[in-house]
């Protein structure tokens, strides 16, 4: 199995941050990578697919990039509503893994 | 729109069984793969059965291998899942999910259903 790392776990910031996460593969999946978003008690929602595509109806401070083994989720300016977990996902093969997730929360 | 819905979960001695179900409507259900994948209290997302449009592929994740079972009905437009010998650590929120096929992502989910494995 593809194992999924992400770094931080954690992170404070404020409204208007610029954030970025990290998620690495541990083997080369080419582009099939994919970003969720999760709020306390809703279900994951798809953010970004395929490394760098945005997702219909995203905001557009969201993007990701990479490929291979490491990639990037950034929020251009944090909003309150982006305060969340963030999951990274391998859709390269299965079974399809998840990273653990980075939390995001209020500085 | 695009709707999942699931329904099933409850309370459930170890060693019992539970069946769920999603009822999927606004899109083409028989065209898509379905999985679910679970979260349990407090912890991330786990992968746990796909089946495919058709039926003829299906994949389990080794945590369940042997013990649940994912079907579908194309038909009634809902998905399955037959979980059986349930054990404290399948505790959690099972979400159905839509699978984009050429990318392989989750795109679609349902807002879950908590199952708890509890004496």
């Known amino acids: 199995d593809i194992q999924m790392t992400q770094s931080p776990s954690s992170l404070s910031a404020s409204v208007g941050d610029r954030v970025t996460i990290t998620c690495r593969a541990s083997q080369s999946i080419s582009s099939y990578l994919n970003w969720y978003q999760q709020k306390p008690g809703k279900a994951p929602k798809l953010l970004i697919y395929?490394?760098?595509s945005l997702q219909s109806g995203v905001p557009s401070r969201f993007s990701g990039s990479g490929s291979g083994t490491d990639f990037t989720l950034t929020i251009s300016s944090l909003q309150p509503e982006d305060f969340a977990t963030y999951y990274c996902q391998q859709s390269y093969s299965t079974p399809p893994t998840f990273g653990p997730g980075t939390k995001v929360d209020i500085k | 729109e695009v709707q999942l819905v699931e329904s099933g979960g409850g309370l459930v001695k170890p060693g019992g069984s539970l069946r769920l179900s999603c009822a999927a409507s606004g899109f083409t259900f028989s065209s898509y793969s379905m999985n679910w994948v679970r979260q349990a209290p407090g912890k991330g997302l786990e992968w746990v059965s796909s089946i495919s449009s058709s039926s003829s592929y299906i994949y389990y994740a080794d945590s369940v291998k042997g013990r649940f079972t994912i079907s579908r009905d194309n038909a009634k437009n809902s998905l399955y899942l037959q979980m059986n010998s349930l054990r404290a650590e399948d505790t959690a929120v099972y979400y159905c999910?839509?699978?984009?096929?050429?990318?392989?992502?989750?795109?679609?989910w349902g807002q879950g259903t908590l199952v708890t494995v509890s004496s």
């Open positions: 395929a490394a760098s």
């Open positions: 999910a839509r699978v984009f096929e050429l990318e392989g992502m989750f795109d679609y």
